[in-house]
């Protein structure tokens, strides 16, 4: 349980520092977040939908890590885990005394598996994140360009105030360099956040796996071979006089 604890409170140790940054550098937030409200707005509420996605993750795994503590520590009874560990659980229920190697590496293997498939989701959002940076970044270069484009289009050199004219064409592919920085800034700001939670939540299930493994390893019994050192004396033995017998005959021949 205490790698639980201290993986939930280094979560919550950064979203406290996130949150604090932000509210320190709230006015620069806010000109990086309205540069373009709409696309910065979807990539802000995709981070906030993986930050709570990894805290739900991480909540779900403390009724495993609860049974396997109660599992390793001999207390049977009790509700079983609800999703990762069931199927071990099912398959452990009559708690034999000691399992094959074979059996370990089965039950192993499964809890990877659904580990794996657990961590998906989390992974998908961190590679969203970095999508909606990257189109920001490319959305804003084609308003950059068209914007320049306009201006050099519209500009009539003989007029007077062609650089009235050029000032006030200006705004739009400053828009778009706008849209383009801060929109990558969000995305990959915001794929860290959810890649360091998300590490977080694989620390955990990487304990689970290894307590398990460091439990069912003590438990573990192997093959027995079915020859013993006596028998292989014996065949040794035969074995040497066949040998005598083939050479004395050979002998013979010759």
């Known amino acids: 349980m205490n790698r639980f604890h201290l993986n939930l409170n280094r979560m919550v140790l950064f979203i406290v520092m996130l949150v604090a940054g932000i509210i320190l550098f709230f006015d620069p937030f806010m000109q990086i977040a309205t540069a373009n409200i709409v696309l910065n707005g979807i990539i802000i509420g995709t981070t906030l939908f993986g930050i709570g996605l990894c805290f739900v993750k991480m909540f779900r795994l403390l009724p495993e890590y609860r049974w396997l503590y109660n599992y390793c520590?001999?207390?049977?009874?009790?509700?079983?885990?609800?999703?990762?560990?069931?199927?071990?659980?099912?398959?452990?229920?009559?708690?034999?005394?000691?399992?094959?190697?074979?059996?370990?590496?089965?039950?192993?293997?499964?809890?990877?598996?659904?580990?794996?498939?657990?961590?998906?989701?989390?992974?998908?959002?961190?590679?969203?994140?970095?999508?909606?940076?990257?189109?920001?970044?490319?959305?804003?270069?084609?308003?950059?360009?068209?914007?320049?484009?306009?201006?050099?289009?519209?500009?009539?050199?003989?007029?007077?105030?062609?650089?009235?004219?050029?000032?006030?064409?200006l705004a739009r592919p400053l828009a778009g360099m706008a849209t383009a920085f801060t929109s990558s800034i969000l995305?990959?700001?915001?794929?860290?956040?959810?890649?360091?939670?998300?590490?977080?939540?694989?620390?955990?299930?990487?304990?689970?796996?290894?307590?398990?493994?460091?439990?069912?390893?003590?438990?573990?019994?192997?093959?027995?071979?079915?020859?013993?050192?006596?028998?292989?004396?014996?065949?040794?033995r035969a074995l040497n006089k066949s040998v005598q017998r083939l050479d004395k005959t050979v002998a013979r021949w010759e």
Not at 101 to 120: G, H, K, N, P, V
Not at 193 to 212: E, M, R
Request: aromatic content about 6%; glycine content about 10%; proline content about 4%.
């Open 73 to 169: 520590n001999g207390k049977r009874g009790g509700n079983l885990p609800p999703r990762i560990l069931r199927p071990v659980a099912q398959m452990l229920s009559p708690r034999p005394s000691r399992i094959s190697a074979s059996a370990l590496q089965s039950i192993l293997d499964l809890i990877l598996l659904r580990f794996e498939d657990d961590r998906e989701s989390m992974r998908y959002i961190t590679n969203v994140l970095i999508f909606l940076g990257l189109l920001g970044t490319f959305w804003g270069l084609l308003l950059t360009v068209g914007g320049f484009a306009e201006i050099i289009s519209g500009l009539d050199m003989m007029d007077e105030s062609v650089l009235e004219s050029m000032q006030a064409g």
């Open 187 to 236: 995305g990959l700001g915001g794929s860290l956040v959810v890649g360091f939670l998300a590490l977080q939540v694989q620390i955990v299930q990487n304990s689970i796996l290894h307590d398990t493994e460091d439990y069912f390893a003590a438990h573990t019994h192997t093959a027995t071979p079915d020859v013993t050192l006596g028998q292989i004396g014996s065949a040794a």
